[in-house]
């Protein structure tokens, strides 16, 4: 039977192999004939040629390259893509590898990277209906070769989810004599981590070569209690502060890649403590905690599983003695095991989830979407008792329409010209109601920015004119009043300081154009294309160019140098509403890391065997993310999985274990 070369060009270079998957490279043959898959004669007949598909993806266009013959697909190229790296290309090199294996492209998405895969399969079959394909049948869903078949195995410790938790979990257990099995639903681990810019940890062998100091963490513990009016979990908070001194080395001696920064990243934590320590390129995140779960797998004879989603705990009684998952192949996984940790990643997927622990309000999914709640739910279904669950770290800005038309342009690392308008101080923000709603000065903390717009039902007005639109193009945010910029130290500058955002006007008149930004000659016709009453916004509008005229801000008290007055037209609207990167919360747990029944009236009660940790474990905050230090939430992702796993192991080998003394 022939043998087709696989070949799968991409727009930039994978960033890792998957474990269990190493031995596959991106030019090895696979046989592709639709006789290896079904065991059936191929109908679907082509008009032999190479043909051109595409489809939006999540972050661009996707199009594709498909040659066919007679009889079958023979390669598939992606001529085009800016899907996230590390991510959107796996889930594309996988769906290619199937693709032309099964002939079909009747496949499930790869989960974590479901907009991708949809937009890739959607490029293909634009190309196999210009071929001449049978679409019908191509798309017809393809039996998994085990589906309806139950593989029985067991561990020490299973930990659901392979994201910074789940790694420091799984990593920890193995090396402290624990037979791990790890379960993660997507096709790659990291999780939120591999989309975060890096972790809080108190102390390091890169801090001290820096001749920088240990964080002093008591005091550090004292400011995030009282932050949180001390409805937090004292003692979590405790632990994963006093273990994060060396957590940081630990991490660097397990292969990933960062740097201590020499200051802050925001501006507003220039004058506190800095723990903050950086990847150096956070698309490699993920193939670096793979490269950890790789050697566990070596080295200890630890178990991972990817595109295994976990479905249930199993219960005995009032103890947890397994989980069951459904592996890639269709075959169901009936795990034994002596302890369950779940670490599963939070719920940010889950629209409704985020809606109910918001009250009603939504926010932006900006973090892993495939983290849906799935640990927490399966807690939950066993009587779990749920705390911290509007805990968020909702923490950009998003601006309507931004790099939606032509022209949007990256003229910074990280951020788009439309974007940079919703981290300017000088302007006014407003409401639904044509409110002033803040201290626009909080836009230096990204925290407090963020909560202040979830707090208006997550959309607000920032308000330029045309005079303030023209003097940052030209001349950029100093010359408009701007005290500081916004990213410190090793961030981009958001907003350029001292030259001039070029092709700006033109940006936005387009997206004027497109519906995305109201454009009004005078404050009334502003109102009344905002749907607002017009002697409100007047009364806002008169009040604060009042103040600015005077340079003083009597309402709220932001800096007199940013009170910038608006007093002539056109004016322009930009709706900007609240990334959410992920969410800090969802099970009670208690001091050693085990998931309580939700009894209060007992003192919650220990799940005998079933942990928890990271973003699936309330308590570290109140109803609310702490904006005391830089990088918590990764910080505690790390820490707590490492504290849960050395619980865990502690609980399925009878043994001790002292993270603190190691």
Request: aromatic fraction near 8%; charge should be negative.
């Amino acid at each position: 039977m022939m043998k087709r070369v696989f070949v799968v060009l991409l727009s930039f270079v994978l960033a890792f192999g998957l474990a269990g998957c190493a031995d596959k490279k991106k030019e090895k043959p696979v046989n592709n004939s639709a006789e290896q898959s079904t065991g059936k004669e191929v109908t679907t007949a082509f008009k032999a040629g190479t043909y051109t598909g595409q489809a939006d993806g999540r972050n661009g266009l996707i199009k594709v390259e498909v040659i066919v013959n007679d009889m079958s697909i023979e390669s598939i190229k992606v001529l085009e893509s800016s899907e996230t790296e590390g991510i959107g290309d796996t889930a594309i090199e996988n769906l290619t590898q199937d693709i032309l294996t099964k002939q079909s492209i009747g496949l499930d998405a790869v989960s974590g990277a479901t907009v991708t895969s949809e937009a890739f399969l959607n490029a293909v079959e634009d190309a196999l209906k210009q071929a001449g394909g049978d679409l019908k049948a191509l798309k017809a869903a393809i039996t998994k070769e085990n589906e309806g078949k139950t593989v029985e195995l067991t561990a020490d410790v299973v930990v659901i989810g392979a994201g910074g938790t789940g790694v420091a979990a799984a990593v920890t257990s193995a090396e402290h004599g624990a037979k791990v099995i790890v379960l993660e639903k997507t096709a790659i681990p990291g999780g939120t981590t591999a989309n975060g810019g890096g972790f809080f940890a108190a102390d390091s062998a890169k801090a001290r070569a820096l001749g920088q100091k240990a964080v002093d963490t008591d005091y550090i513990f004292k400011e995030w209690m009282a932050e949180m009016d001390w409805l937090a979990d004292a003692s979590l908070v405790k632990q994963f502060l006093s273990l994060s001194h060396t957590t940081a080395d630990w991490l660097e001696e397990h292969g990933v890649i960062f740097h201590k920064t020499e200051e802050a990243v925001q501006q507003s934590h220039q004058e506190g403590t800095n723990g903050y320590h950086k990847y150096d390129d956070y698309t490699k995140t993920s193939s670096q905690l793979g490269a950890m779960l790789d050697k566990i797998v070596k080295d200890y004879s630890a178990e991972v599983y990817y595109e295994t989603p976990a479905k249930s705990v199993i219960t005995e009684g009032n103890k947890v003695i397994g989980v069951t998952a459904v592996a890639k192949d269709g075959s169901t996984l009936k795990i034994t095991a002596k302890s369950v940790i779940i670490a599963s990643g939070g719920f940010v997927g889950d629209s409704e989830m985020i809606k109910d622990a918001l009250n009603g309000v939504s926010v932006n999914a900006a973090g892993y979407n495939s983290n849906v709640g799935d640990g927490i739910k399966m807690a939950w279904d066993i009587g779990a008792a749920s705390r911290g669950l509007s805990a968020m770290v909702a923490h950009t800005f998003a601006v309507e329409g931004n790099g939606k038309v032509e022209g949007d342009y990256e003229f910074m690392e990280l951020y788009q010209a439309t974007s940079s308008v919703a981290y300017m101080p000088i302007i006014p923000w407003i409401n639904g109601s044509g409110v002033r709603f803040a201290n626009e000065d909080i836009v230096y903390d990204r925290a407090l920015s963020s909560n202040s717009v979830i707090a208006q039902g997550n959309f607000a007005y920032f308000v330029y004119n045309d005079k303030l639109l023209k003097t940052l193009e030209t001349k950029g945010a100093r010359a408009a009043g701007m005290r500081d910029k916004i990213a410190m130290g090793p961030m981009p500058e958001i907003t350029p300081m001292d030259s001039g955002w070029s092709n700006l006007t033109e940006i936005v008149d387009k997206m004027v154009k497109a519906g995305y930004v109201v454009k009004a000659d005078s404050l009334d016709d502003l109102a009344k294309k905002l749907n607002i009453d017009k002697e409100t916004l007047k009364e806002t509008m008169d009040k604060y160019n009042a103040d600015a005229m005077k340079g003083i801000d009597s309402l709220y008290g932001k800096d007199g140098k940013h009170m910038y007055p608006l007093t002539e037209g056109p004016y322009y609207a930009f709706k900007v509403t609240v990334n959410n990167l992920c969410t800090v919360g969802g099970i009670r747990i208690n001091s050693d890391f085990q998931v309580v029944q939700d009894d209060p009236e007992n003192g919650y009660t220990p799940i005998a065997n079933l942990y928890a940790a990271g973003a699936d474990a309330g308590g570290i905050y109140s109803d609310h993310y702490a904006h005391t230090i830089e990088g918590a939430a990764q910080g505690w992702a790390y820490n707590s999985g490492r504290l849960a796993g050395a619980n865990a192991t502690e609980n399925a080998l009878d043994v001790k274990i002292d993270l603190f003394t190691e």
